[in-house]
């Protein structure tokens, strides 16, 4: 086991009812805080807490309420109450953090962030802004609504996402994708997350305007990374964004779908480490250099 492995350990908070588990790891630079999408948990983030605990960064990585090892709850799955998830880690946190969030996560850390700005030194929205295209997103429910009787080993399971995402040269990693996975007494693998959270009283609660309210009070610098064949996250859907929130630098990378950081990792993870070795965190409007391994960078909008 290498050093980073063993500075890493699994807590849990409590939020109201809700029993969260999060992995940690110490560090003397900026905390960050990766929040995962819809349908996935805290080991989503693997390759990219490693590097950035590596390189000193304090680094926390949740599993959302009804998703990994946090509780399921029969209150619901709404926007707000991922947020308010967020705003009771941050606050466990002695330092400003910056929020690293896919899709959902990314969602929950805006409602977080407008919150509670005081806890919050900087946002990156992962393939999301305030108006996500119906065709991504619908795309995204109907593979997670499907296979509801589960699969009969995880080897189906690799097949299933494979197709998914046929657009990756490499089938899925079939030690990662267990973790997405929990067998159960039936002897069937199922997803590792309640299928409550797609209920359509969840899913109306991503209500576009409340989002757009919530993004202009945004006063941290932000960083949207959007992938280059998203179908969740158009050239539009930016533009409106950066309306909202000018100080917004864009960044899309190369080659990527919506999954970005699983479809372009090192790539991603460049990015990230370069918005946080820049310090827009320190400027409102950071330049953003071109980048020599397929990222290519927009500039920030006024």
Excluded at 89 to 112: E, F, K, N, W, Y
Excluded at 137 to 154: N, S, V
Excluded at 222 to 238: A, C, K, N, P
């Amino acid at each position: 086991m290498t050093e980073s492995r063993e500075r890493t350990t699994a807590r849990t908070l409590v939020n109201g009812a809700v029993r969260l588990v999060y992995d940690h790891a110490p560090g003397e630079l900026t905390p960050v805080v990766l929040l995962h999408g819809g349908g996935q948990n805290r080991h989503s983030w693997g390759a990219l807490f490693r590097r950035l605990e590596g390189s000193g960064h304090e680094v926390v990585s949740m599993d959302l309420r009804g998703h990994g090892d946090s509780d399921w709850t029969l209150d619901g799955y709404r926007l707000v109450d991922y947020g308010t998830d967020v705003e009771t880690l941050l606050r466990t946190i002695d330092r400003p953090s910056v929020i690293v969030g896919a899709s959902m996560g990314g969602l929950a850390g805006l409602h977080a962030a407008a919150r509670r700005p005081d806890l919050v030194a900087g946002l990156v929205l992962v393939d999301i802004t305030t108006r996500p295209r119906n065709t991504g997103t619908d795309r995204i429910l109907d593979f997670m609504q499907a296979h509801a009787e589960g699969f009969e080993d995880i080897d189906h399971a690799v097949v299933a996402v494979g197709a998914y995402l046929s657009h990756r040269e490499r089938p899925p990693d079939r030690e990662g994708l267990s973790r997405n996975l929990r067998q159960g007494p039936d002897g069937r693998w199922r997803w590792h997350w309640d299928p409550r959270i797609l209920d359509d009283s969840s899913q109306s609660s991503y209500d576009r305007d409340v989002l757009d309210a919530a993004a202009r009070t945004l006063r941290m610098p932000v960083l949207l990374v959007r992938g280059e064949h998203s179908d969740v996250v158009s050239t539009e859907d930016i533009e409106h964004f950066c309306e909202l929130v000018p100080q917004t630098t864009v960044a899309v990378v190369a080659g990527a779908h919506h999954m970005v950081a699983g479809d372009r990792n090192d790539a991603f993870a460049d990015v990230i480490a370069g918005y946080l070795d820049d310090e827009g965190l320190r400027d409102s409007a950071p330049a953003v250099a071109e980048h020599e391994k397929g990222v290519i960078h927009g500039v920030r909008r006024s």
